[in-house]
Nanobody, 118 residues
């Protein structure tokens, strides 16, 4: 199983960025998909998740600016980040809860850097 992230990079405050993650490998079913982030010196924290039923959860304060979506046909989860702020600077990790050969397991991408700075 592999989670391949794309997007991210450098943005100025107020700008937007889009992250994408493709899940590949021997997967029977994909349950939850989402994004977490880890800023320097801080613990990894939830950004947003979406269940296979379409229920979405956001970290406090992000729901109005961030949008998460999934494409089940392409095993993809996307995160659209609008009105970015400097405190959004972090490594963003894709997360997937998968059924692999009958076992539910958590998988993580390698992380993609997002830097918000003028």
């Amino acid at each position: 199983v592999q989670l391949t992230e794309s997007g991210g990079g450098l943005a100025q405050p107020g700008e937007s960025l889009r992250l994408s993650c493709v899940v590949s490998g021997s997967i029977f079913n994909i349950y939850n998909l989402g994004w977490y982030r880890q800023a320097p010196g801080k613990q990894r924290e939830l950004v947003a998740t979406v269940t296979d039923g379409g229920y979405k959860e956001f970290a406090r304060g992000l729901k109005g600016r961030f949008a998460i979506s999934r494409d089940n046909a392409r095993n993809t989860v996307n995160l659209r980040m609008n009105s970015l702020r400097p405190e959004g600077t972090a490594v963003y990790f894709c997360y997937a809860q998968l059924d692999v050969y009958g076992s539910m397991r958590d998988y993580w991408g390698q992380g993609t850097q997002v830097t918000v700075s003028s």
